[in-house]
């Protein structure tokens, strides 16, 4: 089986936490004897053939990063581009992934993407999910591959199954929400948190303080 897949994030792939991930999904889902091949919709030159290949294949993945809630704005933009299948057996699967730790935070983009496909003349096909992966670009290659290592498993399962079933999902995207416990030890740790994410925003560039409020003079009190 072959499994076209189009990676939504805005970052190239270098520095992509999608397509890291995707790599070791991938890797899962070949594993079985299946193809798969993946476009990038960064690369906006490439979008007419992005557009050609959904139209050509009915096996397709969306691979994103959580946006503010939802989908990223170059996934909406390359999504109006596109026309609804006419008698199509197309099915469509997602990838979908955050830094949140807690599962529940991607649930409402989840919600969104299980109402996409029928838009577009096709079959929902269900939504991997996973929070804590917002250090995949960041950490060492052993910390990252254990990070990632999962979705080998969620790959061939994809394979085997041809569909992300919800009970499946749900157990893979765990923690749901923290319990009592792990919330007082993240307030334990929370200066700590703070500096490791100043670290990582020094990394992407980031000049300013995390702390800078640059719109508080337009807030009304």
């Known amino acids: 089986m072959?499994?076209?897949?189009?990676?939504?994030?805005?970052?190239?792939?270098?520095?992509?936490?999608?397509?890291?991930?995707?790599?070791?999904f991938k890797k899962g889902y070949e594993s079985c004897g299946n193809t798969t091949e993946t476009f990038y919709l960064y690369k906006r030159n490439e979008w007419e053939m992005i557009r050609t290949k959904f139209y050509e294949n009915d096996n397709i993945l969306f691979a994103l990063p959580l946006y503010v809630e939802c989908i990223p704005g170059i996934m909406a933009?390359?999504?109006?581009?596109?026309k609804p299948k006419q008698d199509s057996n197309t099915k469509i699967g997602f990838l979908l992934q955050?830094?949140?730790?807690?599962?529940s935070q991607l649930?409402?983009?989840?919600?969104?993407?299980?109402?996409?496909?029928a838009f577009l003349g096709c079959e929902?096909?269900?939504?991997?999910?996973?929070?804590?992966?917002?250090?995949?670009?960041?950490i060492g290659s052993k910390m990252r591959k254990q990070l990632t290592e999962p979705f080998y498993n969620m790959g061939k399962?994809?394979?085997?199954?041809?569909?992300?079933?919800?009970e499946v999902v749900n157990d893979f995207a765990k923690p749901e929400y923290f319990s009592k416990k792990e919330i007082f030890f993240s307030n334990v740790f929370s200066p700590l948190n703070k500096l490791l994410f100043n670290v990582f925003a020094k990394k992407l560039g980031c000049k300013g303080s995390l702390n800078d409020r640059p719109y508080q003079n337009y807030v009304k009190e």
Not at 77 to 82: A, G, H, I, P, R
Not at 98 to 103: H, K, N, S, V
Not at 127 to 136: E, Q, S
């Open 124 to 138: 929902y096909n269900g939504t991997l999910l996973k929070g804590n992966m917002f250090a995949v670009s960041f």
């Open 77 to 82: 933009e390359f999504l109006e581009t596109l």
């Open 98 to 103: 955050g830094g949140f730790a807690e599962a």
């Open 2 to 24: 072959h499994l076209f897949i189009v990676s939504c994030t805005p970052r190239i792939k270098e520095k992509s936490n999608t397509d890291k991930i995707l790599e070791e």
């Open 157 to 166: 399962y994809y394979a085997q199954n041809n569909y992300f079933r919800k």
């Open 107 to 117: 649930r409402c983009c989840e919600s969104y993407l299980e109402t996409l496909p």
